[in-house]
Every structure is written in structure tokens, then in C-alpha cells.
């Protein structure tokens, strides 16, 4: 699993820059457009909150834990709705940062909810946390399908039967390349955004995103959600929205303003720093949004109710 300094790389390092693009409590999932690209990024992001509470059935009063909730997007449109909300996040930057716009966001390691942490909840949803659960190291040690049975097992305790579960996130597509041809750390940063395969794109992805192997395609989240007694009740594939997502998040983040444009420039002296550099040419070969493009990913929002 991406632990805590994989993921404070990712998003507590850049935290006010994201917060300054996407706003205070901005959304950094996948959003749900359906196809509607003339809809605002906020708008499709409300739109994809609203789907979830009408999915999961969700009513005001009634108490929802969001697994890796980032800047608390989901729970503030829920708390707006009279849901009693309780998030929990890994990086230390995001949890900080809702509690400050007071947001009952925890700091800690979703691994350790049980039912007597904060008590049962009507339902749950994880969107984009679940890509994190497994490592490049614990796939290799085939550790993959207990990992994800053991997050199932986990959900289920927190929930009532008939509870329902929300899980959306990325899994491996169709074009996935072979595990054994990817050369991890060896790939060249500096060729053109064009050149790069499939396996070249794997070794970067997993840089972008460290500690975080993903399952392969839906087969892979429902084969142990069903040992663990949930069935499923709304699949959808979700990858051109997020190929949108990523283009919108891109514009924001490029936008002008003179507070972020400043912090950028705090970020110069790093360039003398090799690692550094390395990570803003990954950022320009954008491998995250080539391999959705390619279909080495796949993104699904799936909708899973507890059955026993």
C-alpha cells in the first residue's frame, strides 16, 4: 500500500497549489460529466456527489465515512445536505487542510477504521483511495487479491445489510502491458511526449504514483468484493470523463494567479536538483492522462450493497 511518504510527495507538497487551482475544498477524483463537456468541472463534480447520494441512498441525518476524502469536497456537499459526514485521509497536507475549513477529516491510515472507531455508518464511499491499496512489491509477493478481500471484509464490518458501498477508481484496461516488460526507474524523461511505449508510461506512472499497483480491470475489485459478501448494483466506466477531468485539472493548474504563480517560483531553486527536474518533465509527458488515452487503464464507478 502507498504509505504516508508516497503520498505527502503527491499531494501535501504541491497542497496549496492544488487548493489555489481547484479551490479550498476542490474535488480531485474523476468528475461525471456523461459525456456533457459543456458542463463546468464543479458542475460535473457536483454532479457525480449528487449521483453518489442517490446510489447509495443516502438521506440527511444519516452517517457517511469517505475513505480518502483529500480536500473534503464530497463531505461539504453532504454536510450542505444534513448528512452526518466523517472522512479519513493518509496525506497529512489534505487533513490539515479540511480541518481548517471545518471539515471532520481524521489524519490517519484508513486500515485501522473498525466499527468501534467511529461506529457504523449507512454508507461508505472511496473515490480514488482504492488505487493505493497494493504496491508494485506486494503484487509481486502475489499479496494482491488478499489485500483487496481484506479491504472488503473491512467495508462490510462498517455497514449495515443493505448498506451500500461507493467505489470508483482506476484499474488496468485491455492495453495493459505484460508486468515483466516494464523496467522500473529506467525510463528517459527527456524524449518527446509522443515517443514513449506502453511500459515506458508504466514505469512513469508508477513514479507519479508510488507504492500503488493497480487490480486489473472491473474483475479485479468485484471477484473479492463478492467473497466478501456484497453484490453489485451500478458499474459504469468513467475513463473518457477522467480523460476530461485530467484536461480541466491541467487549465486550472496553469491558470494565472499571483499566489500561485509565487509559489512556483518558490519552487526554482529545486530545479538544480536532478529528482526535481525529472518530476516537472513527467508532469509535462503527462503519462496519468496517456494511459487512459491508450486504454493501459480502465475507470470504473461501481455502486456495491452489503448482502450479509
Known amino acids: 500500500m502507498a504509505d504516508q511518504k508516497d503520498l505527502d510527495a503527491h499531494y501535501t507538497t504541491m497542497d496549496k497549489i492544488f487548493r489555489l487551482s481547484l479551490g479550498e475544498k476542490g474535488g480531485y477524483s474523476g468528475a461525471r460529466f456523461d459525456g456533457d463537456f459543456s458542463m463546468t468541472l464543479e458542475q460535473a463534480q457536483e ?13 440527511p441525518g444519516m452517517k457517511v ?10 463531505i461539504d456537499f453532504l454536510n450542505k445536505k444534513g448528512v452526518e459526514t466523517t472522512g479519513v485521509v493518509l496525506a497529512e497536507g489534505q487533513a490539515i487542510a479540511c480541518r481548517k475549513n471545518g471539515l471532520n477529516v481524521h ?43 481484506t479491504y472488503f ?26 508486468f515483466e516488460d516494464i523496467k522500473f526507474g529506467k525510463t528517459n524523461v527527456y524524449k518527446k511526449r509522443s515517443d514513449y511505449s506502453g511500459e515506458e508510461l508504466m514505469d512513469l506512472v508508477c513514479d507519479v504514483f508510488p507504492g500503488s499497483w493497480l487490480p ?16 453489485l448494483i451500478h458499474s459504469d466506466s468513467g475513463r473518457l470523463d477522467y480523460i476530461e477531468t485530467i484536461h480541466r485539472w491541467t487549465a486550472a493548474f496553469n491558470k494565472w494567479d499571483l499566489e500561485k504563480y509565487m509559489l512556483y517560483a518558490s519552487l526554482a531553486p529545486k530545479l538544480l536538483n536532478s529528482d526535481f527536474r525529472k518530476w516537472i518533465r513527467r508532469y509535462k509527458i503527462a503519462p496519468n492522462l496517456q494511459v487512459f488515452e491508450r486504454e493501459i487503464f480502465e475507470h470504473y464507478r461501481m455502486v456495491y450493497e452489503k448482502v450479509a
Open 47 to 59: 454532479k457525480k456527489h449528487q449521483f453518489i447520494m442517490d446510489k447509495c441512498n443516502i438521506k
Open 65 to 74: 465515512l469517505d475513505i480518502g476524502c483529500g480536500w473534503g469536497a464530497f
Open 107 to 149: 489524519h490517519m491510515d484508513s486500515k485501522k477504521i473498525t466499527p468501534e472507531t467511529f461506529g457504523m455508518f449507512d454508507a461508505v464511499c472511496a473515490m480514488g483511495s482504492p488505487e493505493h491499496l497494493c504496491s508494485v512489491e506486494e503484487y509481486r509477493a502475489g499479496k494482491q487479491e488478499q489485500i483487496y478481500e
Open 153 to 178: 471484509r473491512q467495508i462490510n464490518a462498517l455497514l449495515p445489510v443493505g448498506g451500500r458501498f461507493y467505489c470508483q477508481t482506476m484499474v488496468f484496461g485491455p492495453n495493459m502491458v505484460k
Open 216 to 231: 486489473y480491470g472491473q474483475e479485479g475489485m468485484e471477484r473479492p468484493a463478492k467473497k466478501e459478501h456484497f453484490k
